[in-house]
């Protein structure tokens, strides 16, 4: 592995608070050193002026459908996806098949996952065994063992039993564990396939009101109050929810949110001609309701940006819109759908959205050195992404690594590519047609 010189990159690192232009070296895994004018002998040297340099990302909310349907995405396809966006490190959802409910099993993928090379996989156990919402996971020992699992969910499903949720919020609460909550109440929603209201109404679908969110997050956040454990809610889409998200923090509440890149950038006004790739849970909102999740997310009310990537086979998700499945695959197209659609229009700093995808989510999940977050720093394991947010460029879905195609924004000119990839000192993505030169540097100087 030869040393590395990212030379005069824009650094922005929210866990020092760093925002400098800077040269940072990568020597055996870790950067070596961070400063000005360093020395590019005996080094690969990368003219990154121009460029953004920020610690990896980390995706809280991501399905890797692996075990169980590899047709849709494997360990190695999904996690190729996650570099390709720039994150280092994903959680993933249990709701495989068998569901990640053992320690065992998690400790396998996590394996399976360092074999690889690509980016780090923190899985997300069960909170109940089987998903089957009867009885808790054994999740002190999933907490216990070499997965490390710090957080648990039947994400894909809600936990039905408020009495059986409040007993998973006394037991984690016990070793510091944190609840990621599906908030749906399905029999508000079941059945619906888009939001409740002139969109349901015009195309005739059957509707899944707000209401059906907010109910669950109210219920899940006085369960959160009561025990004093720490909940994360997944995937909020409604301005209802917000609001009770604002009033439970300003209480005091161990509260965290996320929210996805579809729901902060798409609304119900974008479902057209009945296309199945809008289709996703909870559903597109209202543009209102956009607007707030974008108030949040820039007033730090929302923590995290996760995407919720969840592939699906093109016979089972271009079906007719009734038939299809839910969700669409996220991971390679987020950063740059962010800073198009919120950075450049003015609505976010760069630095709070970077932010979002670092910092934010590993305060919800509890995650700490040496698992996550050293750094751009001297000594820190080198797991870094650079951005060229400058040149624009297309959005095409049939190039990713997933195997998911189902992706909304395909088609989209963007700014805001991941150029490449590090973990652990390693190059594991090289945007493949990327021209690095002083030239390069220039041509993106003078259009910044
Ligand atoms: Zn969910
Ligand atoms: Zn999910």
Known sequence: MADLL?????????????????DVAVSRGRVSEVGKGLSGEGREVLEAEGLVLSPGFLDMHVHLRDPGREDEETLESGLEAAVRGGFTAVCCMPNTDPPLDNAPLVEDLVLRARGLGLADLFPVGCVTRGREGKELAEMGLMFASAARVRAFSDDGDP??????MRRALQYVRRFGGV??????????????????????FALGLRSIPALAEE???ARDLLLAEETGARLHLAHLSTAGSVRLLREAKARGVRV??????????????DIRDYDP??????????PEDVKELRRALADGTLDAVATDHAPHSPEEKEREFDYAPFGVVGMESAFPVLYTQLVEKGELGLPVLIERLTLGPARALGLEP???GEGVRPGARADLVLLDTVTEWVIDASAFASRGKNCPFHGWKVRGRVVLTIKGGKVVYRAPD?????EQGEKVRERT
């Open 159 to 164: 936990v039905v039993d408020s009495g059986l």
């Open 6 to 22: 990212l030379r005069g990159a824009r650094v922005i690192d929210p866990f020092q608070g760093l925002d400098e232009v800077l």
């Open 215 to 217: 109910v669950m997050v």
């Open 370 to 372: 040496p698992d996550y």
């Open 277 to 286: 790739v809008y289709k996703v849970n909870p559903p597109l909102r209202t």
């Open 256 to 269: 965290t949110a996320e929210a996805t890149p579809h729901h902060l950038v798409l609304s119900e006004l």
């Open 179 to 200: 609840i990621i909550s599906h908030p749906e109440d399905v029999s508000l929603s079941r059945g619906g396939q888009v939001n409740e209201g002139r969109v349901s």
């Open 434 to 438: 990327y021209r690095w030169s002083r």
